[in-house]
């Protein structure tokens, strides 16, 4: 699994509308309105780099509003979350 955490600056009037056409996106799984430089944050997961390049390249191209973004990519995971989840296999909750 390939995960990059793209940084997104958007047309103030449209940061909403971008959003809901990014989580339409396959690859995207999660897309974060936050505060300060930035006005989006979108997570993206997909099982290749190649399927990342596209995702990134040619998916964020067609959307329109986004102004200026900047791509982080992932090389570790760190979760409580995840680690919570392995240790409560077979429990009973």
């Not at 919570?84 to 077979?90: E, K, L, M, V, W």
């Amino acid at each position: 699994m390939v995960t990059a955490v793209v940084l997104m600056k958007v047309t103030r009037q449209q940061i909403n509308e971008v959003a809901q056409k990014l989580v339409e996106i396959k690859g995207i799984a999660e897309v974060y309105s936050v505060g300060g430089q930035y006005d989006l944050v979108a997570i993206i997961r997909v099982a290749s780099n190649e399927k990342m390049a596209d995702v990134i390249t040619n998916q964020l191209l067609g959307v329109a509003g986004i102004e200026d973004t900047e791509t982080l990519l992932a090389f570790q995971a760190f979760s409580k979350l995840d680690l919570a989840d392995i240790f409560a296999i077979g429990s009973e909750a």
